[in-house]
């Protein structure tokens, strides 16, 4: 099993920054994709960024040339890095991480964690 607990979330002007961080535990050996996912109000959770156990990154393009997805292998913990945020930014963030190269395969689901973006 693999947990993940996210930290970072709160609430910003449109325009502002947050960062998000998530770090596992238990059987890390096991993980190989992680990223993100959001979930806003009466929406269902989409996708948003993810990074590979090598590095390479792929992004929701509603947050292409803003988000910025990285990972620290020897931390066990993967970051977002989040730039001008919008009001439609505003939604639950998961982190996730599988045992697959497709994070979106079977992943663990972290806790969440709220991100309101104030216009």
């Known amino acids: 099993q693999v947990q993940l607990v996210e930290s970072g979330g709160g609430l910003v002007q449109a325009g502002g920054s947050l960062s998000l961080s998530c770090v596992a535990s238990g059987s890390i050996f096991s993980i190989n994709a992680m990223g993100w996912f959001r979930q806003a109000p009466g929406k269902q959770r989409e996708f948003v960024a993810s990074?590979?156990?090598?590095?390479?990154?792929k992004y929701a393009d509603s947050v292409k040339g803003r988000f910025t997805i990285s990972r620290d292998n020897a931390k066990n913990t993967v970051y977002l890095q989040m730039n001008s945020l919008k009001p439609e930014d505003t939604a639950v963030y998961y982190c996730?991480?599988?045992?697959?190269?497709?994070?979106?395969?079977?992943?663990?689901w972290g806790q969440g964690t709220q991100v309101t973006v104030s216009s």
């Open positions: 990074i590979s156990s090598g590095g390479t990154t």
């Open positions: 996730a991480a599988s045992r697959t190269a497709l994070v979106i395969i079977s992943p663990y």
